[in-house]
């Protein structure tokens, strides 16, 4: 089964970002109380400096203290998000890849872009990539990379609606949507400090 082995690659690396993340958590709690208590605690971190090598940093206890706060009430969350958005694209990519490379005649289902020009540019082959080709399968290779590197550009809705017609599988509205918000939240985050814009709620529906 092709399907099987990034199956369970995924659903070991989400488990092992859940694991990680839940420990990273304890641990930065345990240091923001080590902190508050009045035992002895280093507070010197090697760190690169502005010319590139490393010296060692102190910072103020009471700073230290309310990084810590903001690590473990966001930061932890927002870059496990990110992290988790990575891999099921990752995956959806290794699934897609799989069935056109076995039947690259679903190479004629086109990705459901917002303007005419966009459906243009992914009919586009560079030439010289074909010449350069060996087999016909490096050429569906080549085809197949270029369509997934745009595919993951387009938006959410456009992809799973590839998905869809490619794989021709019946993939659940409420978990379709679900997955949309989580990766228009991790856009929030990234590109807007995580406050609600129009974008966002445009995106999240």
């Known amino acids: 089964?092709?399907?099987?082995?990034?199956?369970?690659?995924?659903?070991?690396?989400?488990n092992n970002e859940y694991y990680i993340t839940k420990l990273a958590k304890q641990g930065l709690i345990n240091i923001r109380e080590n902190l508050k208590s009045k035992q002895p605690f280093s507070l010197e971190i090697e760190v690169p400096s502005i010319g590139g090598k490393e010296i060692k940093k102190v910072k103020e206890k009471s700073r230290v203290v309310e990084m810590l706060k903001k690590s473990i009430r966001i930061d932890l969350y927002a870059n496990s998000l990110n992290t988790v958005v990575s891999i099921m694209e990752n995956f959806l990519e290794n699934i897609i890849k799989t069935v056109l490379m076995k039947y690259p005649n679903k190479l004629i289902v086109e990705i459901d872009y917002q303007n005419k020009k966009e459906i243009q540019e992914d009919k586009k082959i560079n030439l010289r990539d074909i010449l350069?080709?060996?087999?016909?399968?490096?050429?569906f290779n080549i085809i197949i990379n270029q369509r997934l590197y745009k595919l993951f550009y387009a938006s959410p809705e456009s992809y799973f609606k590839y998905f869809k017609e490619t794989i021709q599988i019946d993939l659940d509205d409420d978990l379709i949507a679900t997955y949309i918000e989580i990766k228009a939240t991790r856009d929030l985050i990234i590109h807007n400090k995580g406050i609600v814009n129009s974008m966002y709620i445009k995106k999240a529906g």
């Open 1 to 14: 089964n092709p399907f099987y082995l990034p199956y369970y690659q995924t659903i070991s690396l989400l």
């Open 132 to 139: 350069s080709a060996k087999t016909i399968e490096e050429i």
